[in-house]
């Protein structure tokens, strides 16, 4: 059988010990890769049994805690701030820094829907004019288009074909000195102005009534201005007795419907590009580096159960030992479970929402706290 190499109780580590070196010039990892590695080392037995493992071993295991331990930070603030971090640069490293959360994402989000809502967004609106003829009613507006160039179709938004304001047609029977009914719009040229010689003061909910009653007794009584677009062919109330223009506002299809691509270099596009490193190790607190040692541990555990599974058995005077592989992989699976599920639920503990609602929580229950104080009675 192959010599085993035997753990000898004392390591002394080097720059350049650990398979990729993102912590060796760290002089506190440095201190502390010796500890670790007689902390793994008699937390698996040693010196009341040997050990197969190097130094070397210990401080792959170490290395890889620590790296284990800042891509669940990290993916966990990735995760958090996403939305705030698509689209900026990729140039510097966001380790140690304060992001500011803002609205800029959500904002340009918005003006999709904003387009839609006709109050902005980021799809140009078009006004295009069509020519009415006096006893047709029915327009299509697809063939407008094919005859404007305009491939791809277009949606109409908004047709310029109003009534009249029922204001202009406003009859006020409190004006004047109240002895009968006057419209004083046309006999005054009031325009759209609502009279203002009333002498009984009327709530301005009885204006807008009566304007809903002149309006409604258009659409009931008259053919009043109005007008129906289906599939684009556009029918004219009541049909038009002279020529003229009507316009209206219309998007290009092909402008709502293509892709909208920000062609700079350098930008977040995914959750790969985000610019995080690997820790510092000699900024994570005491809380970090208990849980690293821990995993520490787990990572040699695991270790050693392959080890010992390959030889099975060690040779003995007279005899045979079977190692105890299966216990030390089931074990160490198990605390690794473990170690990165407490992790994932500390962060979530403290993420921004979680913190939020703690405090609100909080306030709550000194406000239920206050009310039982007794209050106290003055006596003069």
């Not at 900026?88 to 803002?102: H, M, Q, V």
């Not at 902005?120 to 697809?142: C, E, H």
């Not at 092909?254 to 892709?259: S, V």
């Not at 407490?342 to 962060?347: C, F, G, P, T, V």
Request: aromatic share 12%; charged share 20%; proline share 4%.
């Amino acid at each position: 059988m192959a010599d085993i190499a035997i753990w000898g109780g004392s390591s002394t580590f080097t720059t350049g010990s650990t398979p990729f070196g993102f912590y060796d010039t760290d002089s506190e990892f440095q201190t502390d890769a010796d500890k670790v590695a007689k902390f793994a080392a008699s937390r698996l037995g040693f010196p009341l049994m040997d050990v197969e493992l190097d130094s070397g071993s210990f401080y792959t295991c170490f290395e890889e805690a620590i790296t284990t331990y800042g891509n669940e930070v990290f993916q966990y603030k990735i995760k958090e701030n996403y939305l705030n971090l698509e689209g900026s640069t990729t140039g510097s490293s966001l380790n140690n820094k304060l992001l500011d959360p803002s609205l800029t994402r959500i904002v340009k989000i918005s003006k999709h829907y904003g387009t839609e809502a006709g109050v902005g967004g980021n799809v140009t609106k078009y006004t295009g004019s069509l020519a009415l003829s006096a006893s047709q009613q029915l327009y299509n507006l697809d063939t407008w288009a094919t005859d404007n160039s305009i491939t791809g179709g277009i949606e109409i938004r908004k047709v310029f074909y109003e009534a009249p304001p029922a204001i202009q047609r406003y009859f006020d029977p409190y004006a004047g000195t109240g002895t009968g009914i006057q419209s004083l719009m046309s006999a005054f040229d009031f325009g759209s102005f609502s009279p203002g010689i009333n002498f009984m003061m009327m709530p301005i909910s009885y204006d807008v009534a009566l304007l809903q009653g002149i309006e409604f007794n258009d659409q009931i009584r008259k053919s009043s201005y109005s007008f129906e677009i289906v599939n684009n062919q556009l029918r004219i109330f009541p049909v038009p007795t002279a020529t003229g223009s009507l316009y209206f506002e219309y998007y290009k299809e092909e402008d709502k419907n293509k892709a909208n691509f920000d062609t700079s270099v350098n930008k977040i596009t995914n959750i790969a590009e985000v610019p995080y490193d690997n820790p510092t190790y000699s900024h994570i607190n005491s809380v970090g580096r208990q849980w690293i040692f821990r995993y520490t541990l787990a990572l040699a555990k695991e270790m050693l159960a392959y080890v010992r599974g390959k030889y099975g058995t060690v040779p003995i005077p007279g005899s045979e030992a079977t190692l105890n592989q299966a216990d030390l992989l089931a074990d160490a699976r198990t605390e690794k479970t473990d170690l990165i599920t407490s992790l994932r639920e500390m962060l979530d503990a403290t993420s921004r929402g979680a913190q939020l609602e703690a405090q609100a929580k909080e306030a709550e229950d000194v406000q239920n706290t206050l009310k039982s104080v007794p209050m106290t009675i003055y006596v003069g």
